[in-house]
């Protein structure tokens, strides 16, 4: 995990799906490969499942999070995504 000026990155694995996450501090928007989350994660409750963190850290509507992943099925690239910006979260903020 590494951390910029401008943004936060970590890599979340679940199964066989591999994430890379940006986190960016101040900005707003939710990308997965290259599509709205909406969009890529078409259920409900895999959109739920990857704002989990950013639920409990109190940070929706004031990151912008980009992330691309590859490998497994949707449910797991959802999980791999989730994973992913926790410990993006966790470099940005290593209290939470």
């Known amino acids: 995990m590494t951390a910029s000026a401008t943004s936060f990155y ?5 199964k066989s799906a591999i994430a890379r996450v940006w986190v960016f501090p101040g900005q707003k928007g939710f990308i997965v490969n290259g599509q709205d989350s909406a969009k890529y994660l078409k259920r409900a409750n895999l959109q739920m499942l990857v704002e989990q963190p950013l639920k409990s850290a109190n940070l929706i509507g004031q990151v912008r999070v980009r992330a691309r992943v590859e490998g497994g099925g949707v449910s797991g690239q959802a999980g791999a995504i ?4 926790a410990r993006a979260l966790v470099s940005f903020n290593p209290e939470m």
């Open 82 to 85: 989730q994973l992913g910006i």
């Open 10 to 14: 970590a890599t979340g694995r679940r």
